[in-house]
């Protein structure tokens, strides 16, 4: 291979792992990744190998699986979509399309195996609940089963995606499941409903353009931007019963409510103007998330 030849082919290998690391949308990393981390740690007080392995996969395989395969299945859906072809999802060239499920399938198997290998059987609740996770990442978007479009079932797989790896820390760690923490878990998947729902808002004209369910094309914009604000708030009230200082995070759920309510009453034909509602959202994830970590500590060091 000559000198020239051999700089496009780098530069073709470049492009293609860019867009396969776009497609996991690394904006959200942090979003499934931190949840199982601080599950697990607060649970067992440890780092160690699972703790590792575990945040690893949650970080970057699992959403290369969730994002990339929904990339890979909604690329037709995606060429209708003003919002595609950045931070908010790749515009996978066809050609990428067998190299993302791939990407994804190979780096999780191994974290997936030494995950089941560390954990033993000592926790087998924790192999049902990574079952679960894993089926739902498939489930919302391949053929045959496709959640999302399904309205409702989109987003509470949608929040099954974020609250199972929280879900499976606590399981593969032996967690006591109290009901305070039983309430915590449950205000933390509404939570994840009403997020999934009012990001649905955004696209419901590049939905139904291209023929594809989903609760806000079934309900329209405003009635689920009012969804998700009831969902909200139903998190928030759920907080209050959770052991302190978890109470305290009951007021985080103002910044979502503050966003998304100016557009209680819009109308699906100005749906596209939640975005701005939306980009404002992964702004406070950042925020709230910070928020969080901190009453964590608070919480371990009371305990």
């Not at 290998?13 to 697990?40: C, D, E, K």
């Not at 998700?228 to 910044?255: H, I, N, S, Y």
Request: proline residues 5%; hydrophobic residues 55%; aromatic residues 12%.
């Amino acid at each position: 291979m000559t000198g020239p030849e051999a700089s496009r082919t780098a530069r073709r290998t470049r492009h293609a792992v860019g867009q396969v690391l776009l497609s996991s949308r690394p904006i959200s990393w942090i979003n499934t990744a931190f949840p199982f981390a601080a599950a697990y740690l607060l649970t067992t007080g440890e780092v160690d190998a699972l703790l590792v392995v575990g945040t690893l996969f949650f970080l970057v395989p699992y959403n290369l699986l969730m994002y990339g395969v929904n990339d890979v299945f909604d690329y037709e859906s995606d060429l209708r979509n003003p919002r595609k072809g950045g931070a908010e999802g790749a515009l996978l060239d066809p050609g990428l399309h067998r190299a993302v499920v791939w990407a994804g399938v190979v780096t999780a198997a191994p974290l997936v195996a030494a995950m089941l290998w560390l954990a033993g059987t000592s926790h087998p609740s924790s192999w049902v609940v990574l079952a679960i996770s894993l089926f739902a990442v498939f489930a919302y978007s391949v053929p045959g089963l496709r959640f999302k479009e399904r309205p409702l079932l989109d987003s509470v797989t949608s929040s099954t995606h974020f609250v199972s790896p929280a879900a499976y820390g606590l399981a593969v760690a032996g967690a006591e499941f109290t009901w305070q923490l039983v309430a915590l878990l449950t205000a933390f998947f509404l939570w994840g409903i009403a997020s999934h729902a009012f990001g649905a808002v955004q696209d419901v004209i590049p939905d139904r353009e291209a023929g594809i369910a989903s609760v806000a094309t079934a309900f329209g914009a405003a009635a689920t931007v009012r969804m998700a604000l009831a969902f909200w708030t139903a998190a928030g009230l759920l907080m209050l019963a959770t052991e302190w200082p978890g109470p305290l995070a009951a007021l985080l759920v103002l910044p979502y409510l503050r966003a998304a309510w100016p557009y209680r009453s819009v109308t699906d034909a100005a749906s596209g103007e939640s975005n701005r509602g939306w980009r404002r959202f992964i702004l406070i994830n950042y925020a709230v998330g910070f928020a969080v970590t901190l009453l964590m500590i608070w919480w371990a060091l009371v305990r």
